[in-house]
């Protein structure tokens, strides 16, 4: 693994766990300015490829609409809304870092949809249960919440990858 990926991955997390501790402590501005920094730097290492800054942004919009119908659907209420109606930029923020690392740290699952589902079937549940646990989210913790988690988050990835087919160069 080169450095590229290593900060990759790193100031992915840092700047995730920035988003959800800055909701818990009230600084809801503070986690988004985090991962605005963390995607320059990204963008600065990987030579801010035009076709990445698009996918991204795509990401952020799917992230957006996700995040917005388990808001709608009253599945999940999320601390720090600024409007009402959408999902707050604190978890539009966690998406367009996250979007940063399919390129790089986890370039290893495209193509590989059954593993990229079990990650998201995983990982995007417990990332939940962590916002919850740190007071960032409120949902009902139940077999068919994480369920339905489950299965959201194990579509999207295999998702995101396909996305990025379309949208980003391959090299």
């Known amino acids: 693994m080169n450095v590229k990926n290593i900060f990759n991955i790193l100031g992915f997390q840092l700047a995730w766990w920035t988003c959800v501790l800055g909701v818990q402590k009230g600084y809801l501005y503070f986690g988004p300015a985090v991962m605005a920094f963390y995607l320059a730097v ?3 290492l990987t030579g801010r490829n035009r076709s990445e800054i698009n996918f991204i942004i795509a990401v952020g919009l799917v992230g957006l609409l996700v995040d917005t119908a388990f808001l709608q659907s009253s599945f999940i209420y999320y601390e720090g809304l600024t409007l009402s109606s959408l999902a707050p930029l604190w978890i539009v ?11 790089h740290s986890l ?3 495209d193509g590989k949809w059954f593993y990229s589902f079990l990650m998201g079937a995983v990982f995007g549940p417990l990332s939940y249960i962590a916002g919850y646990k740190f007071g960032a989210i409120n949902f009902k913790i139940s077999l068919i919440s994480i369920t339905i ?4 988050w194990g579509l999207v990835i295999p998702i995101l990858f396909l996305l990025n087919r379309k949208i980003v160069i391959q090299k």
């Open 107 to 109: 370039a290893w699952l």
């Open 149 to 152: 988690l489950s299965m959201v």
């Open 42 to 44: 990204h963008l600065f």
């Open 93 to 103: 923020a966690m998406w367009l870092g996250f979007s940063a690392t399919l390129n």
